[in-house]
């Protein structure tokens, strides 16, 4: 009997075909913190694919409608957020507003962009979770403007303990609709690895900051 494949499976499964994730042990990617990475996420290839695009939003929907149902505003973090979760605010009949990587250098100076009002409960959606900073960024944003956070909800996280531990400090609940365990399950059994490429992501995952080709 053939086992129910997860939410969370499905997901990943659609990262790596469409190589919106991309696997590479042997020539590893450099990220902007300057760790080496033998992965490298990037959702924003998910617009390009209908199927994935629509897999996503109603992910997104359906984990906002059964955990967070108090949510009168969707914020979408610039700049991987903000399509989906412009999708979602559609699907949803709420607001969007989105949130800048920093201040507008001109008018208003804005960081969040948008009608909100103070007090609203706003639900954050972000592409990506690495260790959290960027994504926090935004949360804090949100607070300085008086929005109460509900939460946020993001495609992928690798799931390190730093962004855990980020999230709990500010008191802001984290859902993903995939994760770096359900990725490389999907990456085994789509053959999408070898037996010496897995060891080299696992490896990684222990101990990302110090990890060596």
């Not at 590479?24 to 998910?46: E, H, L, M, V």
């Amino acid at each position: 009997m053939q086992k129910t494949r997860t939410a969370k499976q499905k997901i990943a499964e659609s990262l790596l075909k469409i190589k919106a994730v991309k696997l590479s042990p042997q020539a590893p990617f450099t990220w902007a913190s300057g760790w080496k990475s033998p992965i490298y996420c990037d959702n924003r290839q998910t617009l390009s694919f209908p199927d994935a695009r629509r897999l996503i939003r109603d992910e997104f929907v359906r984990n906002i409608r059964e955990k967070f149902g108090n949510t009168e505003v969707i914020a979408g973090v610039a700049t991987g957020g903000i399509a989906h979760g412009a999708l979602v605010a559609e699907a949803l009949d709420l607001p969007f507003i989105y949130v800048r990587s920093s201040s507008k250098g001109h008018g208003l100076q804005n960081k969040v962009e948008g009608y909100l009002e103070k007090g609203q409960k706003v639900m954050v959606i972000e592409d990506l979770v690495s260790t959290g900073k960027s994504s926090l960024d935004a949360v804090e944003a949100l607070r300085a403007a008086e929005a109460d956070i509900v939460g946020m909800a993001a495609i992928f996280t690798y799931g390190f303990e730093v962004a855990k531990e980020n999230f709990a400090k500010v008191n802001c609940e984290l859902i993903t609709l995939s994760n770096y365990t359900a990725l490389i399950k999907e990456a085994i059994a789509l053959n999408y690895v070898d037996e010496k490429s897995l060891r080299s992501l696992n490896e990684w995952r222990n101990d990302p900051q110090n990890w060596k080709a």
